[in-house]
């Protein structure tokens, strides 16, 4: 049974950083690529970063774009998120996600998800 468990979430100032972290198990986690996505109150789900099985690549959504870094660390099944310079429009719930539809570079969902943590920026 595959697992996805996210932690890092919380409340933060505008300009601030947060660290997410997802832990994975009941998947050949350093043989797949791994991305987050978020979903803000009334909106879709959207793509927010990838990375690729061995750590070489990494893929960014335009919004967060040289503020956010995905990393992993294949002995440890995690997947890391780190978000500096947040803005209130990073709010939202942000979700793990494993074995992705479409290409790692653009995906368009996922075949797993984790429970999600919530982000929230304020002014």
């Known amino acids: 049974q595959v697992q996805l468990v996210e932690s890092g979430g919380g409340l933060v100032q505008a300009g601030g950083s947060l660290r997410l972290s997802c832990v994975a198990s009941?998947?050949?986690?350093?043989?797949?690529?791994m991305g987050w996505f978020r979903q803000a109150p009334g909106k879709e789900r959207e793509f927010v970063a990838t990375i690729n099985w061995t750590g070489g690549s990494t893929y960014y959504a335009d919004s967060v774009k040289g503020r956010f870094t995905i990393s992993r660390d294949n002995p440890k099944n995690t997947v890391h998120l780190r978000m500096n310079s947040l803005i209130p429009e990073d709010t939202a719930v942000y979700y793990c996600?494993?074995?992705?539809?479409?290409?790692?570079?653009?995906?368009?969902?996922?075949?797993?998800w984790g429970q999600g943590t919530q982000v929230t920026v304020s002014l």
């Open positions: 996600a494993a074995r992705m539809y479409g290409t790692t570079a653009n995906p368009n969902g996922a075949a797993h």
């Open positions: 009941g998947l050949p986690f350093s043989s797949i690529a």
